[in-house]
C-alpha cells in the first residue's frame, strides 16, 4: 500500500523511497499502531502533502479509513517494513 498509493515517492523506510517528506522508520521492533495519531500527523502535514502529491502525481492520494489503519500499522512495524526493498519500487 506504501508503494501502491505514492507513499514513497516522498517518504522513505529503510533509505528506500523519496527524501521530500520525514522517514517513516518505526524506532523500534513494533509500536501498537494508532491510526487515528497517524491520521492526525497526516493532517498536519496535508498542505504540503496535497502539493507535493499535486507536483509529482497530477492528483491527489485518496486513503480510506482502512488504507490509513494498514499505513499506520506498516509505520508501527520494522519486520514489516524489512520487506520494503529497491526492487519493489517499479519505474
Not at 34 to 48: N, S
Request: aromatic share 8%; with cysteine; charged share 20%.
Amino acid at each position: 500500500l506504501f508503494v501502491e498509493k505514492g507513499c514513497v515517492i516522498c517518504h522513505s523506510v529503510n533509505g528506500v523511497g523519496g527524501k521530500a517528506a520525514p522517514p517513516l522508520d518505526t524506532a523500534d521492533d513494533f509500536v501498537q499502531p494508532d491510526a487515528l495519531e497517524f491520521a492526525a500527523r497526516m493532517w498536519r502535514g496535508a498542505p504540503a502533502m496535497v502539493e507535493f502529491q499535486s507536483l509529482e502525481l497530477g492528483y491527489v492520494i485518496d486513503l480510506s479509513g482502512d488504507d490509513i489503519a494498514h499505513l499506520a500499522a506498516f509505520a508501527a512495524s520494522r519486520a514489516e517494513q524489512k520487506q520494503l526493498l529497491d526492487s519493489a519500487i517499479p519505474e
